[in-house]
Structures are given as C-alpha cells and as structure tokens.
C-alpha cells in the first residue's frame, strides 16, 4: 500500500488530538485512538477546517438538528493517508470532504437529491466532524482538489451551497437578485450569482460586511436592512423589485420579511436555516404567484463546478479567510469569532 511520510509515523503515535463541543458554550481538547478504517474508507489527515455558521450556532445551542457532545467541523480539505481498492485516488492525494452522508437508495438519492437524503448525516452535525486530526471517510464522499491550496480547499463546501441555490433557482443573466445576509454563504452566493451575470443587491443590518460585499465581491448594490430596505430595493430596481430573493441569514424576522422584496413572479430561496416556525402572509405571496424553495447542502456536481471556479482564481480567497489559528488554539479564539465587531467572514484552523 503507498504511505506518505506522514502514514510512516502514524502507527507509532496511535493517539491523536481532537476537539467536542461537550455543550453549548463548552469546548475541549481531547485525545483518542487513531480510527482503523473499514472496507471502502479512506484514513484522512486533515489539513485546514472552515469554521461555519453552523459551528457557532452549535457552540450556542441554536441549531437545528443537533445534540451533544458533538465533534464539529465540515467544512475539511485532507490529504488521505491510507486508501484500498480506489480506481483512481491513492495515498497523498489532496481530496475535498463532501459531509452529507447519503445512503445512496433513498427516494431522493435515487433522483440524484442526495443533499437532501431521507437518512441524511451531516458531518458535525448529526454525526461527528472532523475537528480532529485524522478522521475515516467513505470513498464515495471524497473528490479529489490537485491544483488547490488546502486553504481553498476548505471554502468549497460553503461556497457549493451557494451554487446549489444558484441552481436551485434557475438564475438568469441579467436578473436583478437580493441576498439577504453578508456572511460566507451569502457572499459566496453574491459572488457566483455575478459571474452568471446577475445584478446584485446585498442586504445585511452589519455596514463592515456590506462594505466587504461591495468592495472585494463587487457587488452592484448595499442595503443596510434598518434603514427603509424596501423602498430602496424599489428604487434600485425601478419598482420591479427583485425576481429572485435568496435569504442566507437563517434569522426569523429576516426569512419572514423576504416575500417583500421579491417582483411579481418571482422567487424566494431560503438557503438559511432556522429552529422557528414561520409565517408568511398568504395574500401576499400569492398574489405575485410566488414559488418558495428551499436549498439544503450541495450535490457533487456543486462541489466540482466550484473546484472549477477556484482553479481560475475567481473568487477572492485570501481575503475571504480573514482569521487563521493553529488547531491548538481554536478554542480560546471561537468565542471571540461570535462577535460582529472582530469582523470575522471566515474563519479557518490550520493543522
């Protein structure tokens, strides 16, 4: 079997650090065995994690889907140590993680849906993540970055479930789009939404991150949502509003308050999720004929058109990564990342 320098020491160290999130509010450092993996499981060592919306609202006890403890972490870019019986991928390679666990047979995943699997495990989520040093993954859920940084390798996943509701909603050049919230998925989508020849409107109640969206994505428009939102999405759009809305806040009173801004025909894509039940005004939406939908995860053809874009240097990585820590000090630094002010967009932990 093909070892790498780092497999060459692997089985004299057979314990390894990782961190669980024991409950909201409580982080810790641990260490365990290093995992065996089964008949059709790759032994990964993992190189850079995304910390995502979904890490901090575990952290706080506010997502959906959850319980504790939990080892987050799914945003992965690996390099995979020990491999069997792969046609193509080998000891060394440097693979992207897709963590939707799909069970492949499933009404959905028989229609090629396997981002929203009747059985499916997110890791961090529903199971544990990789926010440890070395993890087992199935081949099926690897796809293979060769000509990435192991940086860019980690916003691929956010960036996927950007272009999957891009897809979702069938976006056509030249529409006028609104996306509300200017953290990592919204300017992924805002940033993707651009080069399929959308007009941008970016919408957030933070000025730092709507500076952001305007000045390194380039978006066309900047709406801080406290000051009279609607009358300016009609004023940019020429009172047509926006035909697509794309909400990446997962906060009620904005998810709530999208139908607004949306034209007559139009579509509103809630790609943010909330614990909360909701509640729209029924006269309202269906008076414009309106089509909701929902976008969860991403598919593999997400990942590889990301991968894709990334490769062109089309997206502007350095400055998206604005805070990077060693693994060993994650978890004096997750609390700070909570706050607005320390003008976090995306952070990353390096091991």
């Not at 709530?256 to 909701?278: C, N, T, W």
Request: net charge negative; glycine share 8%.
């Amino acid at each position: 079997m093909p070892k790498t320098p780092d497999m060459a020491n692997l089985h004299s160290l057979p314990m390894m650090n990782y961190i669980v999130c024991e409950k909201p509010g409580e982080l810790k450092l641990k260490q365990k065995e290093v995992p065996t993996p089964s008949p059709h499981e790759a032994l990964l060592q993992i190189k850079n994690i995304g910390i995502c919306g979904t890490d901090l609202h575990a952290y706080t006890g506010n997502q959906a889907y959850f319980t504790y403890p939990r080892i987050l972490g799914h945003e992965l870019a690996a390099q995979i140590l020990e491999i069997e019986d792969h046609p193509t991928l080998k000891a060394g390679d440097k693979v992207v993680v897709m963590p939707y666990m799909s069970c492949g047979t499933c009404i959905a995943c028989r229609q090629g849906k396997t981002n929203c699997c009747q059985h499916l495990e997110v890791l961090g989520v529903h199971t544990d993540g990789g926010m440890q040093e070395i993890i087992t993954v199935s081949h099926d859920f690897l796809i293979p970055a060769p000509q990435l940084s192991y940086q860019e390798m980690a916003i691929v996943e956010p960036l996927s479930i950007g272009a999957h509701a891009i897809r979702r909603s069938d976006l056509q050049v030249g529409e006028f789009i609104a996306v509300m919230g200017a953290g990592p998925i919204g300017l992924g989508i805002m940033a993707l939404a651009q080069m399929m020849g959308a007009t941008v409107i970016a919408m957030d109640i933070n000025d730092q991150r709507l500076q952001f969206a305007q000045e390194v994505i380039g978006v066309d428009h900047t709406i801080n949502v406290a000051s009279n939102p609607l009358a300016k999405v009609q004023e940019i759009t020429d009172h047509d509003l926006a035909t697509a809305v794309f909400d990446a806040t997962g906060n009620r009173q904005a998810l709530e308050a999208g139908p607004q801004f949306m034209a007559h025909g139009g579509r509103y894509i809630l790609v943010g999720l909330s614990k909360d039940q909701l509640s729209f005004n029924h006269p309202s939406i269906h008076a414009k004929e309106a089509t909701l939908m929902c976008s969860r995860n991403a598919t593999r053809e997400d990942f590889q058109f990301v991968i894709k874009v990334l490769e062109r240097q089309a997206f502007p990585t350095e400055a998206f990564i604005t805070h990077m820590v060693p693994f060993g000090q994650m978890i004096t630094q997750f609390e700070e990342w909570l706050k607005p002010e320390s003008g976090v967009i995306k952070a990353m932990i390096e091991l």
